[in-house]
């Protein structure tokens, strides 16, 4: 950080307390012209649904402390950060790290969390307006630090940061820690079946077969987005929704009124995908769109179709991407299924920083072996992908 330069941290707690014009020409200055925001859930929008839909705050673990920094009379940086009171809805899993940590009699909760909340997708976290990035992400940095130490809090972890917010941060001595997710590359192609003929012939003819069987399901499949979407959409997303938030994570992180908030101020950046029978609808797909690159959310169904879910979480997603020229979706957490439907897995990132000395060289070692285990482990899945390896595949 420049030292001539005087920067004022401030700590939020909520929203409400930064216009929202200040923290967008941080969070998505690419925005500016009317365009998309290269992810939509650091908005300003996005996380202020989450605050007042009650997704966040009381009562759900999850306390907002964001960050402002000022300099020359302006907000030149911010950051999405939470006070956790657990390790739910982040999906870079530290359970060990807590119960080791408690084990040796520390208070591994409350953390501090800099993430968007249930949102398992890389984006920036130290938000900078253009010509600060260096300086503002250092005093991000340094605040957050801060807070904790101030506040005897055990940890600070920044999730599904940058490739290039990682290894700044690890110049600055945090912990950078590799995990994976499947996600699709769109390789120019012009139609879904152009991305068929990358395929082995195996993989090809399952697809198509898959696809034939979904739709087959007695009813219609329709994509929609902005005012396609309806409020009496969210009526049965919620429905499926909260059936496999259940399921998963034994109750939904997200409100009913989230999606009346989305309904007003997000249905421009999502994709919803419902499979329609007898005029109501019966399984749902929740896609939030960036400026090059389609978020797979959520998932659910009331009814239960072969191979619909792959249809309408996948393959749907990857019609959309081509159609508008995306150059990537983003299929979420884990789920190995994805990887024989052209979802190839790559490397994700995180930082950490543990206030216990001796904890903190504990995980810096179990994080090294973790990173060479993640590596061996992409190349092996990749070595399995769908795609076309032999000149007889080639010919096929």
Same mark, same amino acid.
């Given at each position: 950080?420049?030292?001539?330069?005087?920067? =004022?941290?401030?700590? /939020? $707690? *909520? %929203?409400?307390?930064?216009?929202?014009?200040?923290?967008? !020409?941080? @969070?998505?200055?690419?925005?500016?012209?009317?365009?998309?925001?290269?992810?939509?859930?650091?908005?300003?929008?996005?996380?202020?649904?989450?605050?007042?839909?009650?997704?966040?705050?009381?009562?759900?673990?999850?306390?907002?402390?964001?960050?402002?920094?000022?300099?020359?009379?302006?907000?030149?940086?911010?950051?999405?950060?939470?006070?956790?009171?657990?390790?739910?809805?982040?999906?870079?899993?530290?359970?060990?790290?807590?119960?080791?940590?408690?084990?040796?009699?520390?208070?591994?909760?409350?953390?501090?969390?800099?993430?968007?909340?249930?949102?398992?997708?890389?984006?920036?976290?130290?938000?900078?307006?253009?010509?600060?990035?260096?300086?503002?992400?250092?005093?991000?940095?340094?605040?957050?630090?801060?807070?904790? =130490?101030?506040?005897? /809090? $055990? *940890? %600070?972890?920044?999730?599904?940061?940058?490739?290039?917010? !990682?290894? @700044?941060?690890?110049?600055?001595?945090?912990?950078?820690?590799?995990?994976?997710?499947?996600?699709?590359?769109?390789?120019?192609?012009?139609?879904?079946?152009?991305?068929?003929?990358?395929?082995?012939?195996?993989?090809?003819?399952?697809?198509?077969?898959?696809?034939?069987?979904?739709?087959?399901?007695?009813?219609?499949?329709?994509?929609?987005?902005?005012?396609?979407?309806?409020?009496?959409?969210?009526?049965?997303?919620?429905?499926?929704?909260?059936?496999?938030?259940?399921?998963?994570?034994?109750?939904?992180?997200?409100?009913?009124?989230?999606?009346?908030?989305?309904?007003?101020?997000?249905?421009?950046?999502?994709?919803?995908?419902?499979?329609?029978?007898?005029?109501?609808?019966?399984?749902?797909?929740?896609?939030?769109?960036?400026?090059?690159? /389609?978020?797979?959310?959520?998932?659910?169904?009331?009814?239960?179709?072969?191979?619909?879910?792959?249809?309408?979480?996948?393959?749907?997603?990857?019609?959309?991407?081509?159609?508008?020229?995306?150059?990537?979706?983003?299929?979420?957490?884990?789920?190995?299924?994805?990887?024989?439907?052209?979802?190839?897995?790559?490397?994700?990132?995180?930082?950490?920083?543990?206030?216990?000395?001796?904890?903190?060289?504990?995980?810096?070692?179990?994080?090294?072996?973790?990173?060479?285990?993640?590596?061996?482990?992409?190349?092996?899945?990749?070595?399995?992908?769908?795609?076309?390896?032999?000149?007889?595949?080639?010919?096929?």
């Amino acid at each position: 950080m420049d030292g001539s330069i005087p920067i =004022e941290i401030e700590v /939020l $707690s *909520s %929203l409400t307390q930064v216009e929202a014009v200040d923290w967008d !020409a941080c @969070a998505c200055p690419e925005a500016g012209d009317g365009g998309r925001p290269f992810d939509p859930f650091t908005t300003h929008r996005f996380l202020s649904a989450l605050e007042r839909s009650r997704s966040v705050g009381t009562g759900t673990g999850w306390s907002p402390r964001h960050l402002v920094a000022r300099a020359e009379g302006q907000v030149i940086a911010v950051a999405p950060l939470y006070a956790k009171g657990h390790s739910q809805g982040e999906y870079i899993f530290d359970h060990n790290w807590a119960q080791a940590y408690e084990r040796a009699g520390g208070q591994y909760y409350p953390k501090l969390q800099m993430a968007v909340p249930f949102t398992p997708a890389t984006g920036r976290r130290f938000l900078t307006r253009p010509g600060w990035r260096e300086t503002g992400m250092a005093a991000l940095v340094q605040g957050a630090v801060q807070l904790a =130490e101030t506040n005897d /809090l $055990s *940890s %600070l972890h920044i999730t599904f940061c940058t490739e290039d917010e !990682a290894e @700044a941060g690890e110049r600055m001595g945090l912990m950078p820690r590799a995990s994976q997710q499947f996600h699709w590359e769109n390789d120019g192609y012009t139609d879904f079946d152009g991305f068929l003929d990358t395929l082995s012939s195996r993989k090809r003819k399952n697809i198509r077969k898959e696809r034939a069987e979904a739709q087959g399901f007695g009813g219609e499949i329709v994509a929609l987005t902005g005012d396609q979407i309806r409020p009496e959409h969210w009526d049965a997303f919620w429905v499926f929704y909260q059936d496999t938030g259940a399921r998963k994570w034994g109750q939904p992180y997200l409100t009913r009124s989230f999606f009346d908030l989305a309904q007003d101020r997000l249905r421009d950046d999502m994709l919803l995908v419902l499979a329609i029978r007898d005029g109501r609808p019966v399984a749902g797909a929740l896609n939030f769109i960036g400026r090059d690159v /389609l978020y797979g959310r959520y998932w659910g169904c009331t009814e239960h179709h072969p191979c619909l879910h792959f249809e309408l979480c996948y393959y749907q997603a990857i019609d959309f991407a081509i159609a508008h020229g995306l150059s990537r979706v983003e299929a979420g957490a884990q789920g190995m299924h994805k990887l024989a439907r052209g979802y190839m897995p790559v490397q994700t990132h995180s930082l950490h920083w543990v206030r216990d000395g001796g904890f903190a060289r504990a995980i810096e070692h179990y994080l090294a072996a973790e990173r060479a285990a993640v590596d061996e482990e992409i190349e092996v899945m990749t070595g399995y992908g769908p795609f076309k390896r032999t000149q007889m595949e080639e010919q096929d």
